[in-house]
């Protein structure tokens, strides 16, 4: 049973930056695509970045490319979202997913929520204008 637990949430200012944090436990990193999704108070759940077992592969949403970027470190069973220019519209909890097998499918199929098995249980990330 793969356990996933996120950090590094908080309160920034438009502009400001923060790293999130996923640490795993009870399996293999690099057996895993992890990614990362956000739900804004009262909308529905979205992908944001996605990364393949090994990190050669990542894929982003429209609305955050070129400003996040998803990493990971299979040595310590961590995957992280450096966030940059944080905007308002930013404004969610944000959910780390592990996908058993680190087959990479293409960006579209790791961005559909439901191709996930493993959630944590999510960090809030409130940006102020």
């Known amino acids: 049973q793969v356990q996933l637990v996120e950090s590094g949430g908080g309160l920034v200012q438009a502009g400001g930056s923060l790293r999130l944090s996923c640490a795993a436990s009870?399996?293999?990193?690099?057996?895993?695509?992890m990614g990362w999704f956000r739900q804004p108070l009262g909308k529905e759940r979205e992908f944001v970045a996605a990364?393949?077992?090994?990190?050669?592969?990542?894929y982003y949403a429209d609305s955050v490319k070129g400003r996040f970027t998803i990493s990971r470190d299979n040595a310590k069973n961590t995957v992280y979202l450096q966030m940059n220019s944080l905007k308002p519209e930013d404004t969610a909890v944000y959910y780390c997913?592990?996908?058993?097998?680190?087959?990479?499918?293409?960006?579209?199929?790791?961005?559909?929520?439901?191709?996930?098995?493993?959630w944590g249980q999510g960090t809030q990330v409130t940006v102020s204008s």
């Open positions: 997913a592990a996908r058993e097998g680190g087959v990479w499918y293409g960006g579209r199929f790791h961005s559909y929520d439901y191709n996930y098995k493993y």
């Open positions: 009870g399996g293999t990193g690099s057996n895993y695509v």
């Open positions: 990364i393949s077992g090994r990190g050669g592969s990542t």
